[in-house]
């Protein structure tokens, strides 16, 4: 697909029209996409697809509607463990808004040691993996907010002992096998899903 937005666990795609012969599971849309109509057609459908000769325009004018944010994060290697944490019931990857002045590897770094209570010393950010895109309402700045989330590849070099940030509703930080990840990340939303099935597609000597 040219260019995907999820909203927790639902998939909203951009495609032409010729793309859309395998999506019989889903809403179309042929019209602009106006934010709300969009959200209420996503409320009953698994996936929406926004139909148009044009899906980078249609893309825009979707993200025209939102205030656009960024964000970094990434999945954590220690020998043969990868981190996993759960927020806010559901288990996810860390990740965080980037500041200014910081890079993107630097904010999936810091992050990771912020929410994870690991030594940012002893983190390596090794490749990209992908970039992810989601929406949602942020009620402590009233507006819908569109993230931009990049997401690396990091090594960890440090004590295994964690510390989960709970004042950012974090409970749990866990390593777990690498041969666990499906399982682990099966009902997690759909950012993490895609995080998790392109890290796996990576070559890599270490991670």
């Known amino acids: 697909m040219e260019f995907t937005i999820f909203s927790e666990y639902k998939g909203i795609y951009f495609v032409r029209k010729e793309q859309t012969s395998q999506a019989i599971f889903s809403q179309y849309v ?13 409320r009953d459908a698994e996936g929406l697809y926004i139909v148009s000769e044009n899906p980078c325009e249609a893309y825009r004018f979707f993200a025209a509607q939102f205030t656009e944010v960024e964000a970094a994060g990434g999945v954590v290697a220690c020998g043969d ?23 993107l590897e630097e904010c999936a770094a810091r992050e990771t040691a912020e929410e994870c209570g690991l030594e940012l010393a002893k983190i390596s950010v090794k490749a990209h993996i992908v970039d992810t895109l989601h929406f949602y309402y942020f009620p402590r700045t009233s507006r819908w907010e569109l993230k931009t989330t990049h997401w690396y590849a990091m090594d960890y070099d ?50």
Not at 30 to 42: A, H, Q, S
Not at 165 to 181: F, K, M, N, S
Request: aromatic share 6%; proline share 3%.
């Open 30 to 42: 042929t019209e602009e996409p106006l934010r709300e109509r969009v959200i209420e057609l996503l």
């Open 81 to 103: 463990k990868v981190l996993s944490m759960r927020r806010n019931g559901n288990w996810d990857l860390p990740k965080g808004h980037l500041e200014v002045g910081e890079s």
């Open 158 to 207: 440090g004590s295994a002992d964690t510390k989960p940030q709970t004042e950012e509703g974090i409970t749990e930080v866990e390593w777990i096998d690498r041969t666990e990840l499906d399982s682990r990340f099966a009902a997690s939303f759909g950012t993490i899903r895609t995080v998790i099935a392109n890290y796996k597609q990576m070559k890599y000597e270490k991670h």
